[in-house]
């Protein structure tokens, strides 16, 4: 579940955010919907915990954010937050593997390659477990940044634009992949879009639009 209250983020010397409230059960899903620069990106950023609000409260699966120190946060997100960013951020220096094994890392927890194996088997990808990051296609890389973000069975899955760059065939999969992580964790799912596929391959999804409040944001 996510809860967010009177919600408000200032960029330094920059635009300030104010952004209406959201509620959303456990297993529920969110379209953040708006143009590029309304501010998706910015509450993904607050409900993960990566950005500190100017004013309000953000709760996610039962833990207020803002009872939690900077370093007690990093530990917390990396076990209750399942993150798709735009950019993948896999490194090249290691294997799929060994990319997915950071999340062990994160979470201060025990490393556990079983786990990793069938999380890539889910998802079709275990036999490139041993390659690089840069011998994989779009779609290979798409599907191993899914299995690292249910690695932890997360509790809330945040997806920020996952169909930008993406074909309607591969827009068609690569959301039945994300629905499937989500319902497979019973995660709450949060998608930023501005895509009007994401919102037909989820028609009983809650839509909250973006709104810019006060000054112009950067998304």
């Not at 370093?71 to 997100?77: L, P, T």
């Not at 994300?178 to 949060?190: E, M, P």
Request: glycine content about 6%; charged content about 20%.
């Amino acid at each position: 579940m996510i809860e967010t209250r009177a919600l408000r983020y200032e960029y330094p010397a920059g635009p300030v955010l104010s952004f209406y409230d959201v509620d959303v059960r456990q297993g529920g899903v969110l379209l953040l919907q708006g143009k590029s620069g309304s501010g998706k990106s910015t509450w993904l950023a607050l409900a993960a915990g990566l950005l500190t609000p100017a004013a309000g409260e953000v709760v996610v699966a039962n833990q207020p954010l803002s009872k939690l120190s900077h370093g007690k946060r990093d530990a917390w997100r990396a076990r209750t937050i399942g993150f798709l960013p735009q950019k993948l951020h896999l490194s090249d220096a290691m294997s799929v593997e060994r990319n997915l094994a950071l999340s062990y890392f994160a979470a201060g927890v025990p490393e556990n390659l079983a786990t990793i194996r069938r999380a890539l088997m889910a998802l079709g990808v275990r036999e490139l477990a041993q390659r690089r990051p840069s011998q994989l296609s779009g779609g290979q890389l798409q599907r191993v940044a899914l299995a690292r973000t249910i690695l932890m069975e997360p509790k809330v899955i945040l997806a920020d634009e996952p169909t930008a760059s993406l074909d309607d065939e591969s827009a068609a999969i690569g959301l039945k992949l994300l629905r499937d992580c989500a319902t497979q964790c019973n995660a709450t799912l949060v998608i930023a879009t501005h895509d009007a596929r994401v919102q037909q391959a989820f028609p009983a999804a809650v839509v909250h639009l973006m709104a810019r409040r006060q000054a112009a944001a950067l998304s």
